[in-house]
C-alpha cells in the first residue's frame, strides 16, 4: 500500500527529475550553409558556450572554399545523428544543392532536387519529437561578382543581368517606364541567350523548391522555417520572386515563417529561437538610435528599412516589444545620419561626433541599470564604425555590453546581435569576454582596419588577392598588435587565419591562455631594421674616427717615424753586406 508519505516523495522525486531534465545540456543537431567562420565556427563556439553540445557534419561534406558540397553524404550523416539529437537546425541550401553558393551555381535536374527536398518529410515522421527548424535562402541577385561565386559568365555580365532583372521586377509590378522597357529589350538582346537561359533556368528550379518548403511549414514539418533574402535589392529577380513566395506563405503565422534579409545570420538566429522554445522565453526587447534616419535607414545590399527587418528577427526567435515594460534585452543600433557605406572607405578614420558620444552616454546609462545591451554597429557595411569603437573603449564598456556585432551586411549583424544576446546570458564570465573579443578582433580589428592596410600595401583589389604566406603573416601580425593596443589583450591570446583564402573575411582565434605565436608587423620590422642600420652605421663611424685619430696623433707619429728608421736601416744594412 503506499502512503500519503510515499505519494509526496515519489512527487519530489518526479519534480526534481523533471527540473534536473529541463536544466541538462541539450545537443543540436547543426547542418550550416558551409563552412565559413560565420555559418560554422562562430555560430558553434557562441553555442557551446551557452551550454549546448552542437552536432556538425564532417567539414569534407561542407561547401568550402571550393564551394563544392555533398549533400547526399550530408543527408546519411543527419539519419546516422539525428537520434541523438533533441532539436535540429538545418540548412536547406546545404541538404538540396550543397551549400549557399552551391545554390548559385548547380546544374542539378530538378526531381534530384525534389527527391533530396522530399527527405526533410520523412525526416520529420522518422524523428517526430525531434524540432526542426530550417532555413534556405531566395537566390541573391548582386550588382556583380569576380570571386567565383556566381556562374562563371557574371565577372563578364553580370552588371547586366542585375540590370535586366530589376527592369523585369519593374514591368511585373507595373512601375516600369517606356525608356526603362526599351532599355529591357536591348539588355535581352546584348546579354547571349545561353547565359540568361542558365541563370533563370537555375532560378525557376530554386524557387519550386521554396514553394516545397512553405508547403512543409504549412504541414508541420518544421518548428519554424525561415526564408533568408540574399544580397537582394529593391528591384532585382529576388525581389520579384519573394514577392509571390509570400503570396503562398500568406497564412502562415510570423510565429512559424520567417521571411527578411539576410543569410549568414539564419543558424545562429534559429538556435536562439530553439533556445527561447525549450526554456519558454519571450524576451522583451527595446530599441535605441543614434541622431539620423534612425528606423527608417535603408542598408547597403538590402531592400526595406533597418526597423522592419529588426521587427522580423525579434519575431523570428520568438521575442517581442517591451513596450513601455523594462526590456529584457536593448538593441543599440549605430545607424548614420543619411546612409551607409563601407568600413574601409576614408570617413571610417574615427572622428569625434556629438551624435556618437550621445548615444554612447544612452548605451552607458542603460548598462549602469544593469540591463543588456547589445549593439548593432551598422553605420557601415562590413566592419565596425571606429568612431562608435574609440567611445566604447574610452568610457570602458567594451567589455560591459551583452553583444557586439557590426560586420557584413545589416541583417547579419541583427540576427547576430538579437542571437548572441540571448544566448549571452547562460555564459561564464569569461566565455562571455571571449565571444565579444571574437567578434571584436574580426568587425573591428580586421574588417575596419587591418583589411584596408593589406590592400594598401599589396596595392591590390582585395577581392581579387589570394593571400600570400607573407600577407598572412602581416595580417596576423597587425590583428595582434591591435588587439594590445585597443583591447589590452595578450597578443598571444588571438590569432587569425583566411578560412577560404581571400581577403574578404577570416577566421578570429581566440585562446583564453597565451598559446600563439606573435608576429611583428612590416611597419615594426622596418623600424627594427633602420635602427640596426643606423647602430652599424654609428659603430663604423666610431671606428673610423678612432682610427684616424690614432693615425694622427704624435705619439702615432714618433712611432711612425721609428719605424721607418729602422726599415731603412736594416735595408742599409743589407745593401752594405751585399
Not at 533556368?201 to 519550386?208: A, I, S, V, Y
Not at 534612425?294 to 517581442?320: C, F, L, N, W
Request: aromatic share 8%; glycine share 6%.
Amino acid at each position: 500500500m503506499i502512503t500519503r508519505k510515499k505519494v509526496l516523495a515519489l512527487a519530489l522525486t518526479a519534480l526534481l527529475t523533471g527540473l534536473y531534465a529541463d536544466t541538462e545540456a541539450k545537443t543540436i543537431l547543426l547542418v550550416p550553409q558551409d563552412d565559413r567562420p560565420v555559418s560554422l565556427d562562430y555560430t558553434v563556439s557562441t553555442a557551446e558556450k551557452a551550454g549546448y553540445t552542437i552536432l556538425t557534419p564532417p567539414k569534407a561534406f561542407l561547401s568550402g572554399k571550393n564551394y563544392r558540397g555533398y549533400p547526399d553524404q550530408i543527408w546519411s550523416w543527419v539519419l546516422r545523428n539525428m537520434n541523438r539529437a533533441d532539436a535540429a537546425v538545418i540548412s536547406t541550401d546545404s541538404l538540396i544543392y550543397g551549400g549557399l553558393v552551391d545554390s548559385r551555381k548547380h546544374n542539378e535536374d530538378l526531381s534530384t532536387l525534389m527527391a533530396r527536398e522530399n527527405k526533410i518529410r520523412q525526416l520529420h515522421i522518422r524523428f517526430p519529437k525531434v524540432p526542426i527548424y530550417g532555413f534556405g535562402t531566395i537566390m541573391r541577385t548582386p550588382y556583380a561578382s569576380k570571386s567565383g561565386v556566381e556562374p562563371y559568365y557574371y565577372s563578364q555580365y553580370g552588371n547586366d543581368i542585375y540590370r535586366l532583372s530589376g527592369l523585369q521586377d519593374k514591368m511585373d509590378n507595373g512601375s516600369i517606364t517606356t525608356d526603362e522597357a526599351g532599355e529591357l529589350l536591348s539588355l535581352k538582346l546584348s546579354i547571349p541567350t545561353e547565359y540568361l537561359q542558365d541563370w533563370f533556368k537555375r532560378r525557376t528550379k530554386n524557387n519550386t523548391i521554396n514553394r516545397m518548403l512553405i508547403k512543409d511549414t504549412r504541414d508541420g514539418v518544421f518548428t519554424y522555417f525561415c526564408e533568408g533574402h540574399d544580397d537582394n535589392s529593391k528591384n532585382s529577380q529576388s525581389s520579384l520572386e519573394s514577392r509571390y513566395l509570400s503570396i503562398d506563405a500568406s497564412k502562415l503565422s510570423e510565429t512559424k515563417y520567417g521571411s527578411f534579409p539576410g543569410a549568414d545570420q539564419l543558424a545562429l538566429l534559429l538556435i536562439a529561437r530553439y533556445h527561447n522554445d525549450v526554456n519558454h522565453l519571450k524576451p522583451a526587447f527595446s530599441i535605441i538610435y543614434p541622431l539620423g534616419r534612425a528606423e527608417d535607414t535603408i542598408p547597403s545590399y538590402e531592400s526595406q528599412p533597418i526597423g522592419k527587418t529588426i521587427s522580423e528577427h525579434i519575431a523570428a526567435v520568438g521575442g517581442t516589444m517591451a513596450g513601455k515594460k523594462v526590456p529584457d534585452i536593448v538593441l543599440a543600433v549605430n545607424t548614420p545620419i543619411s546612409s551607409t557605406g563601407e568600413s574601409g572607405q576614408f570617413s571610417n578614420f574615427g572622428m569625434l561626433k556629438q551624435s556618437t558620444t550621445d548615444f554612447v552616454n544612452e548605451i552607458k546609462n542603460i548598462t549602469e541599470r544593469s540591463i543588456p545591451v547589445s549593439i548593432v554597429d551598422v553605420y557601415f557595411a562590413n566592419g565596425s564604425d571606429n568612431t562608435l569603437m574609440n567611445l566604447l573603449s574610452k568610457n570602458d564598456l567594451l567589455y560591459r555590453v551583452a553583444a557586439y556585432n557590426g560586420w557584413n551586411t545589416a541583417s547579419n549583424t541583427i540576427g547576430y546581435a538579437v542571437a548572441q544576446a540571448i544566448l549571452a546570458s547562460e555564459m561564464s564570465e569569461a566565455d562571455h569576454k571571449n565571444m565579444l573579443t571574437e567578434q571584436y578582433i574580426d568587425n573591428w580589428a580586421y574588417q575596419a582596419n587591418v583589411r584596408k592596410n593589406i590592400a594598401r600595401i599589396t596595392e591590390k583589389e582585395t577581392d581579387n588577392l589570394v593571400p600570400t604566406p607573407e600577407i598572412k603573416e602581416e595580417m596576423i601580425a597587425e590583428v595582434q598588435e591591435f588587439a594590445a593596443k585597443k583591447l589590452k589583450l595578450n597578443p598571444a591570446t588571438v590569432s587569425a587565419n583566411f578560412p577560404w583564402n581571400r581577403l574578404f573575411e577570416i577566421n578570429a582565434l581566440v585562446s583564453p591562455i597565451p598559446g600563439y605565436p606573435v608576429y611583428q608587423t612590416r611597419a615594426i620590422k622596418q623600424k627594427i631594421a633602420e635602427e640596426k642600420a643606423a647602430r652599424e652605421a654609428e659603430e663604423a663611424a666610431k671606428k673610423s674616427k678612432t682610427s684616424a685619430q690614432k693615425k694622427f696623433s704624435p705619439a702615432g707619429k714618433e712611432l711612425a717615424s721609428a719605424d721607418s728608421s729602422e726599415n731603412s736601416q736594416d735595408i742599409s744594412t743589407i745593401v752594405i753586406n751585399k
